[in-house]
């Protein structure tokens, strides 16, 4: 972060524009985040929702058609029971009931060996819708024994109606079906209510396989549809079809969700669950069969689920991002304009720097501190070219005083070495006057008593010009080092003066 604001540091005003934005981009990214979880949580309930809708919608409409099956079954029952002294009766009843209801493909009534002794062994009244027309048969030969089928047997045993798995006929004579099929049993009773044969209608996969196909609540979710004991009756895989169960793949590689899930499905519970199926996180919702004991399950993945999510949150950044950028540059801009005078005052500061106290300034009634910084530049401008204007005076005035401070002190120099050599030729001048008075002084001393008046006063004569000449010259020393000091008082009251 510290880098992020350091960037071109010499602009202020960009590094306020990151700042600026910097702050926002932390306060908008808080709230994104925020509110894509909230927003990913309501995808994923829109997404249950959606999913269970439809597959509820599903198992309604299969349970509803298996219902409506189960009545026209249960009803022409009834009538088969009050025919059955009428074998030929049947081949009627079993076109009867398919041309009534056009979802059904087959309708088998078949009865026990040898229940019409007339008939033979079999007697089974086959009819089958192909599409264009409903074809009817005599079923029933040792080729094809039906007392061992599934739809006939079970539900005889049982003694009540009974969905059977789907199954494939293997009949080669006659009509030939090659569509699996699944049959709502039941048995017929006679007036003794004894169990004297079957009657079953049948439903082809197909049926429930596009029925179930069609509960794809996403482009790519798909359907599953299993049997009672686990085995796939509808599969976009159709190489697994009936020939392997939610199980199979288990027992090669365990998978602990995937047998939670075929548990709950062949036990009739309905739910939902998150888990892996081919490498990819995946929804699955699961719902049985009121009627079959099957049960069918939407498998949605989640990247179908959360594609509104992920474009939606897509576009947002992109938006955000765009936005974050026009803010940046707004920013910049205003605050660029906003600092302009700041510019103009550092070019100012550089040029008086240089040296250059004449830039102009500019004149603002802005009321903020940007607007005070420059009415306070402007007075602190005027103030430091007056001081600068005095010391340049006071400079030219020192100036002055030191080129006559040199004088003085080269005069003073001149004056010592004149008072110098005037000492010293005073000193030599006065030798030979105070050698005189000093000699002529001693002859008065020694021959006082041998001088003539004449010579004495000739003596004395010489002693008083010896001795003015010599009060003459110590007048003359007495001037010059009265002089000397004069000028000695005079430099050290300039050299205060500069000092000042």
């Known amino acids: 972060m510290k880098k992020l604001f350091q960037y071109n540091g010499r602009s202020l005003s960009t590094r306020l524009s990151l700042g600026v934005v910097f702050f926002v981009t932390v306060i908008f990214v808080a709230v994104f985040i925020m509110m894509f979880s909230q927003a990913r949580e309501l995808v994923r309930k829109e997404a249950w929702g959606k999913a269970t ?56 009534i078949s009865f026990a060996p040898y229940y019409y002794k007339e008939k033979g062994r079999y007697f089974s009244a086959y009819s089958y819708n192909n599409g264009d027309s409903i074809q009817t048969e005599q079923e029933g030969t040792d080729n094809y024994q039906y007392h061992y089928m599934d739809w006939y047997l079970i539900p005889k045993l049982l003694n009540r109606p009974y969905w059977i798995e789907p199954f494939k006929e293997d009949a080669e004579e006659g009509i030939v079906v090659k569509e699996i099929f ?31 196909s069609k509960a794809k609540p996403y482009p790519h979710s798909y359907c599953i549809l299993l049997g009672k004991g686990g085995t796939y009756l509808v599969h976009p895989d159709t190489t697994k079809l009936f020939y392997e169960t939610i199980f199979t793949r288990v027992l090669e590689k365990p998978d602990s969700m995937q047998t939670k899930l075929g548990e709950a499905m062949i036990h009739g519970e309905s739910g939902n669950m998150e888990m892996t199926v081919g490498g990819e996180q995946c929804y699955v919702f699961f719902r049985p069969f009121k009627n079959t004991g099957w049960s069918v399950a939407i498998i949605c993945p989640e990247r179908d689920i959360y594609e509104g999510y992920r474009q939606l949150r897509s576009s947002v950044i992109w938006i955000s991002l765009i936005s974050v950028l026009s803010v940046l540059f707004f920013c910049w801009m205003v605050v660029r304009s906003r600092l302009k005078p700041l510019r103009h005052l550092v070019r ?153």
Not at 90 to 105: A, D, G, K, Y
């Open 53 to 108: 809708k439809t597959l509820d919608g599903t198992v309604l409409h299969i349970d509803n058609t298996l219902r409506k099956v189960e009545i026209a079954a249960n009803n022409m029952l009834d009538v088969i029971e009050q025919h059955l002294d009428q074998p030929d009766k049947m081949f009627e009843l079993s076109r009867q009931i398919l041309q009534s209801n056009p979802e059904l493909t087959g309708c088998s």
């Open 182 to 212: 699944s049959s709502y049993s039941q048995p017929i009773h006679d007036k003794e209510g004894q169990s004297v044969g079957t009657f079953s209608v049948d439903i082809c996969l197909d049926w429930f396989s596009e029925t179930v």
């Open 348 to 500: 100012v500061t550089r040029s008086i720097a240089d040296g250059q106290f004449s830039a102009e300034d500019v004149s603002t009634d802005r009321p903020d501190e940007i607007g005070q910084l420059q009415r306070s530049f402007k007075t602190m401008r005027q103030s430091l070219v007056n001081y600068i204007e005095e010391v340049r005076q006071q400079t030219k005035m020192l100036e002055q005083r030191n080129k006559e401070l040199k004088t003085a002190s080269e005069q003073a120099k001149e004056a010592e070495r004149m008072k110098t050599s005037v000492l010293h030729k005073m000193s030599n001048d006065i030798v030979a006057p105070v050698a005189d008075i000093s000699a002529n002084t001693s002859r008065i001393f020694d021959q006082q008593q041998q001088l003539t008046d004449d010579e004495f006063a000739e003596t004395v004569n010489l002693i008083q010009m010896d001795a003015k000449q010599v009060t003459q010259m110590l007048d003359d020393l007495l001037r010059t080092v009265q002089e000397e000091e004069h000028q000695q008082t005079m430099l050290n009251e300039m050299e205060k003066c500069e000092d000042e």
